[in-house]
């Protein structure tokens, strides 16, 4: 009987699902839109139950009809979801609230804070890095001192996958790239639960044992089995982050690769062969969260995001582009695709008009919550197009940011790979190329987190023998170039678009507290 493996990625704004064959190629796949809850500045949430469960049963029925194939040919399922979320469930885990979600939600600022005069030198011991909204260990103190109802009646503390992995087996665990990164101090070094450190936050059985994503977490569970389609008795892996699951799907394998995944927000891994402590730059270029044992055996990996990618490029169609969109909900063209070929009218440097992107805050490179995004030097000559344009370069500009600090570190990557909607769009795709000056790796576009899901799956059922093997199986995709003019110009913009934040950072936390008052 001819085996299949199955990898569902539950993302900002959609979900999507793959089943693949013994050969890896796509047997079928399935992709859900759902919303974002976005109920007080700062706050985003998804509802667990409806989203992500649901979207995981649905896509599941789906892609075993699409597939056209008996349930018990599948061998082995991953999930991933959007990360550093936290989700409080009861016994029969039930979600007890929304999900908050990863780094983009921004509630925790004041636990942030106390925490890191708590802690003082310690920070970086315990944490690795900063605290920041990233840090899952804040929204549970968050729960505690905010929701202390729901904090008594807490059960688990859980990531997506973890919580997905839980609804399919009825087992609690948590990968260990998500927990010993995201879950400080709450785990060691070797993935154990850390006891002691655990007192401020929670008790410790109220978090999930920690396992590697691919190894077999448990097996569907007669109910998951009704509600989802599968079979009783498949086993589950214990899956892991959207990023991760999207960086293996594209061959983030060896030393000396970044990954930069252009979705909703961006987020990169850089695969390196050391471990790296926290740098923060001295010329005024951000800093990098320390490094942690990644998902490949025998490496490590940086790793980060921004608040804003897509989700600035959303806001440019919603605003300016509301007539192509209704165009696009009537069966015409993709307002998107609009946007592209306006964006390639005009020029590198959107004739002096720049966009810093921080629309929710901001992540990695400048770890702060309260800046705003802004428009610098605009004229009454700029249009949409410009407007349009300049959101794209934003996004560049950060990821030029980003190369910058590695470079500052003694850490050139010698590979870029990308991955994520964005690639979709190859204006911005040259764009972020031409910021660079490096050649940009783009696979196929099934290429991306439920593929990664799938091929994890594939190793956790033994049909991969390991990384390398796995790395081997996937296509070669296209390599883009830059253009050596384009990266000048930029390269000679860059310390604008630095300055813009470092001469406003007091106005923009100004502006913020006075209007939260």
Same mark, same amino acid.
């Given at each position: 009987?001819?085996?299949?493996?199955?990898?569902?990625?539950?993302?900002?704004?959609?979900s999507?699902?793959m089943?693949?064959?013994e050969?890896?190629?796509?047997?079928?796949?399935?992709t859900?839109?759902h919303?974002?809850?976005?109920?007080?500045?700062?706050?985003?949430e998804?509802?667990?139950?409806?989203v992500?469960?649901g979207?995981f049963?649905?896509?599941?029925?789906?892609?075993?009809?699409?597939g056209?194939?008996?349930?018990?040919?599948?061998?082995?399922?991953?999930?991933?979801?959007?990360?550093?979320?936290?989700?409080?469930?009861?016994?029969?885990?039930?979600?007890?609230?929304p999900?908050?979600?990863?780094?983009?939600?921004?509630r925790?600022?004041?636990?942030?804070q106390?925490l890191t005069?708590?802690?003082?030198?310690?920070?970086?011991?315990l944490?690795?890095?900063?605290?920041?909204?990233?840090?899952?260990a804040?929204k549970i103190?968050?729960?505690?001192?905010?929701?202390?109802?729901?904090?008594r009646? %807490?059960?688990? !503390?859980?990531?997506g +996958?973890s919580?997905?992995?839980?609804?399919?087996?009825? /087992?609690? *665990?948590? =990968?260990?790239?998500l927990?010993?990164?995201s879950?400080?101090?709450?785990?060691?070094?070797?993935?154990?639960i850390?006891?002691?450190?655990c007192?401020?936050?929670?008790?410790?059985?109220?978090?999930a044992?920690?396992?590697?994503?691919t190894?077999?977490a448990g097996r569907?569970?007669?109910?998951a089995?009704?509600?989802?389609?599968l079979?009783e008795?498949t086993?589950?892996?214990?899956?892991?982050g959207?990023?991760?699951?999207?960086a293996?799907s594209?061959?983030l394998?060896?030393?000396? %690769?970044a990954? !930069?995944?252009?979705? +909703?927000?961006m987020?990169?891994y850089?695969c390196?062969? /050391?471990? *790296?402590? =926290?740098y923060?730059?001295?010329?005024?270029?951000?800093?990098?969260?320390g490094?942690k044992?990644?998902?490949?055996?025998?490496t490590?990996c940086?790793?980060?995001?921004?608040?804003?990618?897509?989700t600035?490029?959303?806001?440019?169609?919603d605003?300016?582009?509301?007539?192509?969109?209704?165009?696009?909900?009537?069966?015409?063209k993709?307002?998107?695709?609009?946007?592209?070929?306006?964006?390639?009218?005009?020029?590198?440097?959107?004739?002096?008009?720049?966009?810093l992107?921080?629309?929710?805050g901001e992540?990695s490179?400048?770890?702060d919550?309260?800046?705003?995004c802004?428009m610098?030097?605009?004229?009454?000559?700029?249009t949409?197009?410009?407007?349009n344009?300049?959101?794209l370069?934003?996004?560049?500009?950060s990821?030029?940011?980003?190369?910058?600090?590695?470079?500052?570190?003694?850490?050139?990557?010698?590979?870029?790979?990308?991955?994520?909607g964005?690639?979709?769009?190859?204006?911005?795709?040259?764009?972020?190329c031409?910021?660079?000056?490096?050649?940009?790796?783009i696979?196929?576009?099934?290429?991306?987190?439920?593929?990664?899901d799938?091929m994890?799956?594939a190793?956790?059922?033994?049909?991969?023998?390991?990384f390398?093997?796995l790395k081997e199986?996937?296509?070669?995709?296209?390599?883009?170039?830059?253009?050596?003019?384009?990266h000048?110009?930029?390269?000679?913009?860059?310390?604008?678009?630095?300055?813009?934040?470092?001469?406003?950072?007091?106005?923009?936390?100004?502006?913020?507290?006075?209007?939260?008052?």
């Amino acid at each position: 009987m001819k085996q299949y493996f199955m990898g569902i990625d539950i993302g900002t704004y959609e979900s999507r699902g793959m089943l693949i064959g013994e050969d890896f190629r796509v047997t079928a796949e399935h992709t859900m839109a759902h919303g974002m809850s976005h109920p007080r500045q700062g706050w985003f949430e998804h509802d667990a139950d409806k989203v992500w469960w649901g979207d995981f049963c649905g896509i599941s029925r789906r892609l075993i009809e699409a597939g056209g194939i008996a349930p018990e040919q599948i061998s082995c399922i991953g999930a991933s979801t959007l990360g550093t979320d936290c989700l409080p469930v009861d016994e029969q885990c039930r979600p007890l609230r929304p999900a908050i979600l990863y780094g983009i939600d921004s509630r925790a600022d004041k636990e942030i804070q106390w925490l890191t005069r708590h802690y003082g030198r310690d920070v970086r011991r315990l944490f690795g890095h900063p605290i920041c909204s990233g840090d899952t260990a804040t929204k549970i103190l968050w729960i505690k001192n905010n929701e202390p109802e729901i904090y008594r009646r %807490t059960y688990k !503390f859980l990531t997506g +996958s973890s919580f997905i992995t839980a609804k399919l087996t009825g /087992r609690y *665990v948590i =990968d260990q790239f998500l927990a010993k990164g995201s879950f400080r101090p709450l785990y060691r070094a070797d993935g154990t639960i850390n006891e002691e450190e655990c007192g401020l936050y929670c008790r410790p059985d109220q978090i999930a044992a920690c396992a590697y994503s691919t190894d077999v977490a448990g097996r569907v569970t007669r109910e998951a089995a009704a509600q989802t389609g599968l079979a009783e008795g498949t086993p589950v892996i214990c899956g892991t982050g959207d990023s991760t699951s999207e960086a293996i799907s594209v061959g983030l394998t060896e030393p000396g %690769t970044a990954f !930069f995944q252009y979705g +909703s927000s961006m987020f990169y891994y850089y695969c390196v062969d /050391r471990m *790296v402590q =926290d740098y923060i730059s001295s010329g005024g270029n951000g800093s990098v969260k320390g490094g942690k044992v990644f998902t490949i055996p025998g490496t490590f990996c940086l790793g980060d995001g921004t608040n804003a990618a897509g989700t600035l490029t959303r806001w440019v169609r919603d605003t300016f582009y509301g007539e192509e969109l209704e165009m696009e909900r009537k069966g015409g063209k993709n307002a998107y695709a609009v946007m592209a070929g306006e964006a390639g009218e005009i020029q590198p440097g959107s004739e002096g008009l720049m966009i810093l992107p921080y629309i929710s805050g901001e992540r990695s490179p400048i770890q702060d919550p309260l800046p705003t995004c802004m428009m610098f030097g605009l004229k009454g000559s700029h249009t949409r197009k410009h407007i349009n344009r300049a959101a794209l370069e934003a996004v560049g500009y950060s990821t030029l940011q980003h190369l910058m600090l590695f470079r500052e570190m003694g850490l050139p990557p010698h590979t870029l790979i990308t991955a994520g909607g964005g690639t979709k769009n190859d204006v911005w795709m040259q764009i972020i190329c031409d910021m660079t000056g490096m050649p940009l790796h783009i696979p196929e576009t099934f290429q991306c987190s439920s593929y990664g899901d799938a091929m994890l799956a594939a190793l956790g059922a033994g049909c991969l023998k390991d990384f390398h093997q796995l790395k081997e199986k996937l296509p070669a995709g296209r390599l883009i170039q830059p253009d050596r003019e384009n990266h000048e110009f930029y390269r000679g913009n860059y310390p604008v678009y630095r300055d813009l934040y470092l001469n406003n950072r007091e106005l923009m936390h100004r502006m913020q507290k006075t209007k939260c008052q």
